[in-house]
């Protein structure tokens, strides 16, 4: 691992990496390649300068990925209702299916960050790779716009395509299945309980747990507390499989 100088910070770089090499990745050539060395760029590395980090490319990103995956859907699921097609938008959107692209795509190798964070191996979190994937996508855009980013965006839901989308619904709406699996048991509800609510207005992240007769069952975080609970009930059903 060697580290180079930004700003004021230090920032951990595998030298065997090049951006050519995540641009094939993404197959996608930036005209302006300052924008992907941005959207890698992460706050701790030039905090209190918004202009220097991804934190802006994040807030465009999300945005962008949310009507390119709301206008698939639309037109993809015609007999699907509004309230169906949010859930599945909610989960194609969701930190740890963010945080999975940014991982098939590599970017924890490139992410720029302070040796402080590098040290406490932060590039490894599902939030910051949620965060830099969405950077990522912001910069596409304001290098060549949607329909550039579409087709990024699109090949990682391609796992929708050829499946019966019925029987990724469990998943998708983790909450409801844990709520059905449950009541084999009883009349007792699982509650939802926040732990942990941090960060910026724009940037929130909430730690939520899953308790079920007074036992932890999972524990989800994400953006908003819908997400974390989400989350939280699917660990909650991956760890009543692996007891069963």
């Known amino acids: 691992m060697r580290y180079w100088q930004c700003g004021g910070g230090v920032v951990p770089m595998n030298k065997e990496y090049s951006l050519s090499e995540l641009e094939n990745n993404l197959d996608y050539r930036f005209k302006d390649r300052t ?17 220097k980090n991804n934190e802006r490319l994040e807030f465009l990103g999300d945005a962008v990925l949310q009507i390119i995956v709301s206008d698939h859907l639309y037109h993809q699921y015609l007999g699907f209702e509004e309230g169906r097609l949010a859930k599945i938008r909610a989960f194609l959107v ?9 991982r098939t795509l590599g970017l924890d190798k490139y992410l720029r960050v302070a040796k402080s964070a590098a040290a406490t191996r932060a590039f490894e979190r599902d939030s910051l ?10 910069a596409v855009y304001l290098d060549s716009g949607l329909d550039a980013a ?3 965006i699109l090949r990682h839901l391609s796992w929708l395509e050829g499946k019966d989308l019925e029987e990724q619904l469990p998943i998708i709406d983790a909450k409801s299945t844990l709520q059905e699996r449950l009541q084999q ?42 997400e974390a609970a989400q989350n939280a009930a699917r660990e909650a059903l991956v760890n009543l499989d692996f007891q069963s």
């Open 35 to 51: 924008l992907l060395k941005l959207a890698l760029t992460h706050k701790s590395l030039c905090p209190g300068e918004p202009q």
């Open 150 to 152: 579409r087709p990024i």
């Open 185 to 226: 048991y009883g009349q007792d509800l699982p509650t939802y309980h926040t732990t942990r609510e941090h960060g910026p207005d724009h940037a929130k992240e909430f730690v939520i747990e899953v308790v079920f007769k007074n036992k932890v069952l999972g524990r989800g975080t994400g953006r908003t507390k819908k």
């Open 94 to 102: 969701s930190q740890p299916t963010l945080a999975s692209h940014a």
């Open 129 to 138: 790779l949620c965060d830099v994937y969405e950077a990522v996508i912001g």
